[in-house]
């Protein structure tokens, strides 16, 4: 098992910047690929970035891979998605993931591990 806490959300104005932290406890957090999705009202949940257990390899939704980065500490156990340049469509619940793939997916489904999420309110 994987304990996943995030934490960092918060409310802020249109082309703000939040970095979100995502520290995990139990297994040895480098065996995992580590994952943030999103979720706003009414919306199904989405993949926002994701990373390798190395941290070399990242990938980004599109709407995401010209202001969001995500990276990870493995010695902290921890992994983080900075942001940059918020729009109000970015407003959401914000969640951390880990799975053991190798790579990190795209799919909710290719993760095992959920944390609660943290809420993300952009203003304009």
């Known amino acids: 098992q994987v304990q996943l806490v995030e934490s960092g959300g918060g409310l802020l104005q249109v082309g703000g910047s939040l970095r979100l932290s995502c520290a995990a406890s139990?297994?040895?957090?480098?065996?995992?690929?580590m994952g943030w999705f999103r979720q706003a009202p009414g919306k199904e949940r989405e993949f926002v970035a994701g990373i390798d257990r190395s941290g070399r390899t990242t990938y980004y939704a599109e709407s995401a891979k010209d202001r969001f980065r995500i990276s990870r500490d493995n010695a902290k156990n921890t992994a983080y998605l900075q942001m940059n340049s918020l729009k109000p469509e970015d407003t959401a619940v914000y969640y951390c993931?880990?799975?053991?793939?190798?790579?990190?997916?795209?799919?909710?489904?290719?993760?095992?591990?959920w944390g609660q999420g943290t809420q993300v309110t952009v203003s304009s």
């Open positions: 993931a880990a799975g053991g793939r190798i790579l990190p997916g795209r799919g909710a489904d290719e993760y095992e591990f």
């Open positions: 139990g297994r040895t957090f480098s065996w995992y690929a």
